[in-house]
Nanobody
Framework: VQLQASGGGLVQAGGSLRLSCAASGGTFSIYAMSWFRQAPGKEREFVAGIRWSGGSTYSADSVKGRFTISRDNAKNTVYLQMNSLKPEDTAIYYC??????????????????WGQGTLVTVSS
């Protein structure tokens, strides 16, 4: 499975962005999908995840109420809608795929495939 993330950019604090992650080369619908992020000098961290069916979503406390993950299995794409962005949201955002009808994990080593990352910069 290949993952291609897009949609990053520069935005002012309080603004919004929508990230997309397009999957190819596999059966997208059988993977749990998540977004992680890595800020400069920090470890990569879980942001939000969604089960294969799209029926359940999970998010980190730091983004609850601001970020929403969704997926369209017909388009093999997962999205991350980010609202009310803050400077501390500045990071490279990565999408990741975890095989199986599972709850999305929060550890990096639970994932089978990773996208290349897309940079989000939030200015104050």
């Amino acid at each position: 499975v290949q993952l291609q993330a897009s949609g990053g950019g520069l935005v002012q604090a309080g603004g919004s962005l929508r990230l997309s992650c397009a999957a190819s080369g596999g059966t997208f619908s059988i993977y749990a999908m998540s977004w992680f992020r890595q800020a400069p000098g920090k470890e990569r961290e879980f942001v939000a995840g969604i089960r294969w069916s799209g029926g359940s979503t999970y998010s980190a406390d730091s983004v609850k109420g601001r970020f929403t993950i969704s997926r369209d299995n017909a388009k093999n794409t997962v999205y991350l809608q980010m609202n009310s962005l803050k400077p501390e949201d500045t990071a490279i955002y990565y999408c990741a795929a975890q095989k199986g009808t599972v709850v999305p994990g929060r550890s990096l080593n639970q994932y089978d495939y990773w996208g290349q990352g897309t940079l989000v910069t939030v200015s104050s």
